[in-house]
């Protein structure tokens, strides 16, 4: 049975969430009423959508979300040194598989951490990508790589719990060298606005699981990933 | 489930407990932004994240604490780099716009903790100067002193080599820092992430840095990542003093094993311990930091 939350009755009467927030008073309650009232709802349980993979809730949402992005890059790696791109010098070999071991690492930690709360293999789609070009190639390390960043730093305050915290930053710092590494040897900018907002305040433009998955659902065959309890 | 009610009741118990939740407070400024970025389904943990700042560990180590903390490594960072850019000679011709574009990045970074703080800068971090030549730090390591022959990087702003490889220690101990004090945030979805964007940014140059290193001296095996510790992490091996001072950046980053999970069992020890940088506690950060203040 589902129950009639705050927000739904916010929906229906059009009352904007911020005239909500103000009517009722401190910012502090107005939040710990909804959070009562969607805590209700809570104990409908998750509703299963055969047609997409659900990353579940909590932290192990956050986890499985790294998992999932971690198995692509990592499938994105393994292909670009079983099949490298036309006059690959060693630098850039060596380099392409330090990072495939890397992101290999990553996957494998969160299986392992995971264990019985992993969701399944993906099965990557790199049709899209022309892996004997070398442009091809690093344009799209370098978009999975800044993805990663993203996706990392977006999801950090949904981390409840702080060894968790630890970890991912453990690992998207490492995201980071790949990235700016990538971008040297594509012989661009360290850093331009799309990425990092150099001209503003000199952050990272982090992403939300819900933009970070639209774009990585782009690589995937089968059941696109949805994370409808990840914001 | 009454709320208001339950609020009342731990007052009763608490008198301080509706301070400790006040939007005043600092550990939850952010709480507007629960209210209007965060949707339903996430909410019932608004109200215990609400609790574990009210009571948790976080009280320890307060948002302006890190915040200041932060603060103080970039101002060293800043000035640092604007000291170089300052020595005519030091810096190649065609690496100047790069360094440039690291400095004003860095500049950024000061500019927005500073406004972030607001008045709740603390009086250390008010009194430091970022300008070239700045009379608060000495980026030779040698704490002020005198005698040269204590500077682990004498020349450091003479020769570019040591001039990046110190760069590069401030960056490396920049991500670190961060990494640590990331916990200390938990939950706070505004200050949080903003402190994870600022780490990330961290890492990209210090990922640059290392690998223009490498490409001015083909010899240095380092790489845009952190292996092993020790020269094998800082790419510096002589001096004796310049190669102590550079480890120390680098204590506790050949470790291969995270939660329990032995990292090396699936990639080469190598690899294990560059795919996972480490982070470095508040005072292993003022150690370093100490060692460039006059």
């Not at chain 1, 049975?1 to 229906?12: P, S």
């Not at chain 1, 009467?13 to 209700?40: H, Y």
């Not at chain 2, 574009?101 to 903790?113: G, I, M, Y």
């Not at chain 2, 990494?179 to 402190?195: D, E, I």
Request: net charge neutral; aromatic share 8%.
């Amino acid at each position: 049975m589902k129950t009639t939350t705050q927000e739904d009755v916010l929906a229906k009467e059009g009352m904007a969430r911020r005239s909500f927030l103000k009517f009722a008073g401190a910012g502090a309650i107005a939040a710990g009423v909804v959070a009562t009232a969607s805590s209700c709802q809570k104990h409908d349980g998750v509703v299963s959508d055969p047609t997409a993979i659900d990353l579940g809730t909590g932290d192990l949402a956050v986890l499985n979300y790294a998992y999932a992005l971690e198995q692509l890059e990592a499938a994105f790696y393994t292909q670009v040194i079983s099949s490298p791109y036309a006059n690959i010098s060693t630098t850039e070999r060596n380099y392409l598989t330090d990072i495939r071991d890397h992101e290999v690492a990553h996957r494998e930690f969160f299986k392992a951490a995971l264990a019985g709360n992993a969701i399944a293999a993906l099965t990557p789609n790199f049709s899209k990508i022309n892996f004997a070009d070398r442009t091809s190639v690093l344009s799209y390390a370098k978009a999975f790589e800044d993805l990663g960043v993203a996706a990392y730093n977006g999801a950090g305050y949904l981390i409840k719990s702080a060894d968790y915290l630890t970890l991912a930053g453990k690992i998207v710092s490492v995201e980071a060298r790949h990235a700016a590494l990538i971008r040297t040897l594509l012989g661009i900018a360290i850093e331009e606005d799309t990425i990092v907002s150099v001209s503003g305040d000199g952050l990272e433009l982090s992403q939300t699981p819900q933009k970070v998955l639209d774009q990585a659902n782009q690589f995937l065959s089968g059941k696109p990933l949805i994370a409808p309890n990840l914001m | 489930m009454n709320l208001l009610n339950i609020i009342e009741d731990i007052h009763a118990a608490d008198p301080e407990f509706k301070d400790r939740i006040s939007p005043r407070r600092a550990a939850i400024k952010n709480i507007t932004s629960f209210g209007t970025k965060v949707a339903a389904a996430a909410l019932p943990f608004a109200f215990s994240t609400l609790f574990k700042k009210a009571y948790g560990q976080t009280a320890t180590r307060s948002v302006n604490d890190v915040l200041n903390f932060a603060l103080t490594a970039e101002i060293a960072e800043l000035g640092l780099y604007n000291t170089g850019l300052s020595r005519a000679g030091l810096i190649p011709s065609q690496d100047v716009p790069a360094i440039t574009l690291l400095r004003n990045v860095e500049t950024k970074h000061v500019e927005f903790l500073r406004r972030t703080l607001g008045s709740n800068v603390n009086s250390t971090n008010a009194s430091l100067s970022f300008a070239a030549n700045t009379p608060n730090f000495d980026y030779t390591g040698n704490k002020g002193l005198n005698t040269a022959s204590t500077a682990p990087f004498p020349n450091v702003f003479t020769n570019y080599d040591v001039f990046l490889a110190v760069v590069n220690a401030f960056e490396d101990t920049g991500v670190r820092a961060y990494k640590g004090q990331a916990p200390f945030l938990l939950g706070n979805q505004v200050v949080l992430t903003a402190a994870l964007n600022i780490h990330s940014v961290e890492a990209r140059h210090a990922a640059f840095i290392r690998r223009l290193r490498t490409i001015r001296n083909t010899s240095l095996t380092i790489k845009p990542w952190i292996t092993g510790d020790g020269a094998t992490a800082s790419g510096v091996a002589s001096p004796t003093l310049a190669a102590t001072a550079a480890a120390t950046v680098y204590a506790g980053e050949a470790v291969t094993t995270q939660a329990g999970v032995n990292i090396a069992s699936f990639v080469s020890t190598s690899a294990a311990q560059e795919s996972f940088d480490e982070p470095l506690t508040t005072d292993q950060v003022l150690n370093i930091l100490a060692n460039f203040r006059r």
